[in-house]
């Protein structure tokens, strides 16, 4: 136990220091971070009471679809843990700089396994974690259950956080126990198909389209029974949301299961998988491990493949900058880590087609071309926070990319705007064409009106100029130069702020055109007369929308530069 208690010391000491060595501008970023955290949370709350609470006005469905939107939230969350678990457990078992010197230590390797699961688990969970508070509050809030209610879910979500955690371990274990060699590409690429996979599955077996069609149903009693699927007693999420509603149902009468028990399942499911996998660890770990050190062979195609790519893309920029766009692309494709997420992104734009290719819109009740539009404009925001997402992973880590070699830049003579807005540039152009392929092939797909595929697709490609521009800016201000798995930069407090800054510019964008668009395309389909206060109120918005993505361009651009400037490592 002392020993495990020293390896896992130096990871407390950091979040102690990360936590009371700030002064200057230093706290203030940690005052931001926590005041826009404190926004997003309470935002995610006052919605979320909106929702239930026309829920539970509803007779005889509001209430199922409470508890089945409990059940969808917590089985959404422990899939997203287990693929957390997955990638985060590949690095800090057996790709982190420090693991060689924890194995000349006199320590066992159960005591290693067991701090580097430790450090799998806070970093794969913990933010997880933190946006599920406002969704159980806000079930607390309207349905009244009492103080019972929120120290089940506190423990009982640790717990599923536990089982999702050894899951994830476990399989990492096994699979690079099965590998010959140091075959990072192959995991990385099986464990990326595993996640498409089990996503489709989870889509599939959530099936939402059927409930929006009770028509497909034979009666009343068949359409409940598809709103309270999909259960499966084997589920942590089933125990759990069981309990958790049994406090929650205001009649008491859909109780089948003892909260008692429940809590028994969850934590002896969750303490078994943690002895399994320390179990496992002491035959196949520090095997696996070893493996992972042996060099790999690289194929002269591949070679000559990149030569071409880096080539094309690298040309149209001066030479000192191509240089730098050279290497970025080089170290993308060699980072397996980084270019099989490719395979992702693919997944989730055929999942956002899919979800738009099956949409209803002859059963609705509201006048197609209405609904065909209204939902073409609600998409730009979806599309938006899409595209958030994805810059956090791709764009936001861009500067950190470089690593400890940053200093070799920054020695050089160019300077550094001139290094920030070439990583701008050449980051927009795949965005931008992501985009509007998502953009406009949604649109195709819901048959809109030229007005709306014009205005979707001017305002995504004016959003994404902003977004991509944070993304960089926000990245120049909290840089990670050392660290040990590029995908770990975009989880700490510098991509929160930039996931809740690209949010908020997302919606302003959305809502300042909200008006506008409603105006002129009441006047395109009825033909109504337009008002000069309405041109007013029409050119005002769009003005206030493009001042917003001018300063949403600009500023964390400049912002940038000066704290790059500033940076002493």
């Known amino acids: 136990m002392e020993d495990l208690l020293i390896l896992l010391r130096p990871r407390l000491l950091g979040l102690k220091n990360s936590l009371t060595r700030h002064e200057g501008p230093g706290g203030k970023k940690i005052l931001v971070m926590v005041g826009l955290g404190l926004a997003f949370s309470g935002g995610m709350f006052l919605l979320l009471c909106r929702v239930l609470a026309y829920f539970q006005s509803v007779q005889l469905i509001g209430d199922i679809l409470a508890r089945q939107l409990l059940s969808m939230v917590l089985l959404t969350f422990f899939s997203m843990l ?8 590949l690095s800090n078992l057996y790709l982190s700089k420090d693991l060689e010197l924890c194995h000349c230590t006199p320590v066992s390797v159960e005591e290693i396994f067991i701090s580097r699961a430790a450090f799998t688990f806070v970093d794969s969970s913990w933010m997880l974690i933190i946006f599920a508070l406002p969704i159980f509050l806000a079930y607390g ?16 979500n640790l717990g599923m956080a ?9 399989v990492t274990m096994i699979l ?3 590998f010959p060699a140091q075959r990072t590409k192959d995991i990385i690429l099986l464990l990326s198909v595993v996640m498409v996979v089990a996503l489709y599955l989870l889509f599939r077996f959530l099936r939402p389209e ?18 309270k ?37 969850v934590w002896t499911t969750a303490l078994s998988g943690m002895v399994i996998n320390v179990w496992v660890a002491h035959f196949i770990y520090f095997d696996g491990f070893s493996k992972s050190r042996e060099a790999k062979k690289r194929l ?7 030569d071409l790519v880096t080539g094309a893309l690298s040309r149209p920029f001066r030479k000192d900058l191509a240089v730098i766009l050279s290497k970025d692309i080089r170290v993308f494709f060699r980072d397996n880590t980084q270019w099989s997420q490719l395979l992702l992104l693919g997944a989730l734009v055929v999942v956002y087609l899919y979800n738009f290719s099956v949409l209803p819109l002859d059963k609705s009740p509201i006048r197609i071309d209405f609904l065909q539009n209204e939902l073409a404009f609600l998409n730009m925001g979806l599309a938006g926070f899409v595209l958030s997402a994805l810059c956090a992973r791709f764009v936001f880590t861009a500067v950190s990319a470089e690593g400890e070699a940053y200093w070799i830049i920054r020695s050089s003579p160019m300077g550094l705007r001139r290094y920030l807005w070439g990583k701008y540039i050449f980051s927009l152009i795949p965005v931008v064409i992501l985009a509007e392929l998502l953009i406009v092939a949604t649109n195709c797909l819901l048959e809109v009106s030229l007005f709306m595929m014009v205005l979707s697709s001017v305002t995504i490609f004016v959003m994404s100029t902003g977004i991509v521009a944070l993304g960089i800016g926000f990245g120049a201000i909290h840089p990670k130069f050392r660290h040990e798995n590029i995908g770990q930069v975009a989880t700490g407090a510098g991509g929160f702020l930039y996931m809740v800054a690209a949010s908020i510019f997302v919606g302003l964008v959305i809502i300042l055109e909200a008006g506008p668009v409603y105006v002129l395309f009441m006047y395109q389909v009825k033909g109504r007369e337009i008002g000069p206060w309405e041109w007013l109120f029409i050119l005002l918005s769009f003005a206030g929308a493009a001042v917003i993505c001018a300063i949403a361009v600009l500023k964390p651009m400049k912002m940038g530069v000066k704290a790059l400037g500033d940076y002493d490592g």
């Open 300 to 306: 002269r195609s591949g070679r000559r493949f990149l």
């Open 229 to 265: 699927a999909p259960e499966s007693a084997l589920l942590p999420t089933h125990w759990i949301a069981e309990a958790l509603w049994s406090f929650l149902d205001p009649l008491g009468d859909t109780r089948t299961v003892d909260t008692g028990f429940a809590a028994i399942l």
């Open 82 to 89: 287990i693929f957390s678990n997955l990638i985060t457990a």
């Open 162 to 170: 536990i089982i999702a955690s050894s899951a994830g371990i476990l």
């Open 176 to 178: 690079v126990h099965l």
């Open 210 to 227: 059927r409930l929006v069609n009770p028509e497909a149903f034979f009666g009343v009693a068949e359409y409940l029974s598809a709103l």
């Open 141 to 156: 809030y309207v349905y009244e259950p009492g103080v019972w209610f929120y120290f089940s879910a506190l423990h009982m």
